[in-house]
C-alpha cells in the first residue's frame, strides 16, 4: 500500500516519546471524567493555571471595545509599530541596553519565535547546542530550519558546563550556528549563574575568533519573571549575537492567545540581516504576523504587575510531599516545574515509574521526553488540592515499587 503522508513526519508521530506531554494531559481528561476531578492528581502539563492579571482583563475590554476601520486588517509582517516599540521598552529594562523597535519582530508565541528563528539562522546541516534537559520541542524546531540538536550535558545540578560547550564546538568547526539556553528552565526550574553565562560566553566568543563565526545564544524566556529570589541574567551587555525570544504565555497567563516576540542584540553586527530575515519567514512560515488582536492587547498591558507567590508556595508544598514519599528532586529556582529522580528500583527506566503512577492515578511527564533519562517531570501549576492530596498516593506508589 502507498504511504501518502511524509514519512518522516509519520515516524515522528508514531515515536514513543512523540507528544508525551500531551497524550498524557490528553489521558487525563478520560481519567478525571472516570474516577472524578478530585481523585486524579494531574501534573503533566505546563498550563498556567492564575488568572490573567486585572490590567491585561482591562486591555482585553477596551481592545473589543474599538472599532476603527481596518482594526481586523493585515498589519506589517513584523507586527504594529507600537507594539514592538513596547516589546523594546521591557527588553530594554530585562537587558539593562537601550533597545530600537527595529530590532523586535513579533510573533505566534514563543514556539513562532524559535521556529521562525531557525529558519533564519540555519543552513542545512547547521548544529544547534541545546544543554540537557530541555524542552523537548527544540528538536522539532530546528530540524524545521534544516539543521541538527547537539544535546550538551550538564552537571549534576543541572547547571551548564562551559568545558562540554568547548569540547562541541572544537570538534564541530564552523558547523554551529547557535546555541539554546532557556532559563528558567523547562523541566528542570534551574536558574543558570552570571558565572555560567560567563563561562559560555567566554567559549563561544573564543570559537567565534577562531572560526570567524559567531554561533548565536538563543535565549528562550517565557518564564523570565517567574522567579523565586534568585534573578534571570541579562546577555545582551555580555555577548552581541544574542537573541531573546519570550511569549506571554506563562508571565501573564495566556498560553492560547499565542502572543510572543523576537529580539536581536541592537549591537549585533548582523542585526538587520536577521530583523530582514525573521520579518521573510515569519510571512513564508505562514504565520503571516502575530495575533493582531492580541498584540493591542499586550501594547497596553505588558508591565501589569503579577504576584507568584502561589506558584512559590505550591513549589514549597510539592518538594515536602516528595519528601514523605522519599523521592529525591532539584529544588526549582523558577518557572513552575519539579524535576524528580526515578527510584532505584527503576533504575533510570522513568517511562516505566511514570506509567507505575498512573496506577494511582498520578500522572507526571517522564524525563526521557526532555533528554533527562532517569527522571520524571512535576508541573505543580495546578489547584493546591490536587498537590495536597496527592501526598498518600505518591508515598503508596513509591512503596509499592
Known amino acids: 500500500m502507498n504511504i501518502m503522508i511524509s514519512l518522516k513526519i509519520k515516524q515522528l508521530v508514531e515515536s514513543p516519546s512523540s507528544g508525551v506531554i500531551r497524550k498524557m494531559f490528553e489521558e487525563g481528561a478520560i481519567l478525571k471524567a472516570k474516577y472524578g476531578e478530585d481523585k486524579v492528581y494531574d501534573f503533566s502539563i505546563g498550563n498556567p493555571d492564575l488568572d490573567p492579571p486585572a490590567k491585561v482583563l482591562e486591555a482585553i475590554k477596551e481592545t473589543t471595545a474599538a472599532e476603527s476601520h481596518l482594526c481586523h ?10 507594539t514592538r516599540k513596547a516589546m523594546a521598552e521591557k527588553t530594554a529594562k530585562e537587558q539593562g541596553v537601550p533597545v530600537d523597535f527595529s530590532n523586535v519582530v513579533m510573533a505566534v508565541g514563543a514556539a ?9 539562522l540555519l543552513n542545512d546541516g547547521d548544529k544547534v547546542l541545546v544543554p540537557c534537559p530541555y524542552f523537548v520541542e527544540y528538536d522539532h524546531y530546528i530540524k524545521n530550519g534544516g539543521g541538527e540538536i547537539e544535546r550538551i550535558k550538564t552537571k549534576e545540578d543541572f547547571s551548564l558546563d562551559s568545558a562540554a560547550f568547548e569540547k562541541a564546538l572544537n570538534e564541530n568547526g564552523e558547523h554551529v550556528a547557535a546555541v539554546i539556553i532557556n532559563s528558567p528552565n523547562n523541566p528542570t526550574g534551574r536558574i543558570y549563574s552570571e558565572q555560567e553565562i560567563d563561562s559560555l560566553v567566554q567559549v563561544l566568543t573564543a570559537h567565534g575568533k577562531k572560526t570567524g563565526r559567531y554561533p548565536f545564544l538563543i535565549c528562550d524566556e517565557p518564564y523570565r519573571a517567574i522567579t523565586y529570589g534568585k534573578k534571570v541574567v541579562s546577555v545582551f551587555p555580555k555577548y552581541e549575537y544574542s537573541i531573546i525570544v519570550t511569549s506571554f504565555a506563562k508571565n501573564l497567563s495566556l498560553p492560547g492567545e499565542r502572543i510572543g516576540y523576537i529580539c536581536v542584540n541592537p549591537a549585533c553586527p548582523e542585526a538587520k540581516d536577521f530583523i530582514a530575515a525573521a520579518i521573510f519567514t515569519t510571512r513564508t512560515l505562514g504565520f503571516v504576523n502575530a495575533p493582531a488582536f492580541f498584540q493591542k492587547v499586550i501594547a497596553k498591558s505588558w508591565n501589569a504587575e503579577c504576584d507568584y507567590s502561589l506558584y512559590e508556595k505550591r ?21 513552575f516545574y519539579l524535576f524528580v529522580k526515578v527510584p532505584e528500583k527503576f533504575g533510570d527506566d522513568d517511562m516505566a515509574f511514570v506509567n507505575h503512577l498512573k496506577k494511582y492515578n498520578i500522572l507526571c511527564a517522564p524525563g526521557s521526553g526532555f533528554a533527562g533519562k532517569g527522571w520524571f517531570r512535576i508541573s505543580y501549576c495546578c489547584s493546591e488540592s490536587t498537590i495536597l492530596n496527592s501526598r498518600e498516593a505518591f508515598k503508596k506508589a513509591v512503596e509499592e515499587a
Not at 73 to 82: F, L
Not at 315 to 335: F, H, S, T, W
Open 73 to 82: 486588517g493585515y498589519m506589517p509582517n513584523a507586527g504594529y509599530p507600537e
Open 112 to 120: 513562532g519565535a524559535l521556529n521562525v528563528t531557525m529558519k533564519s
Open 315 to 335: 513549589r514549597n508544598e510539592i518538594c515536602q510531599v516528595m519528601d514523605y514519599a522519599g523521592l529525591k528532586y532539584v529544588v526549582p529556582e523558577g518557572a
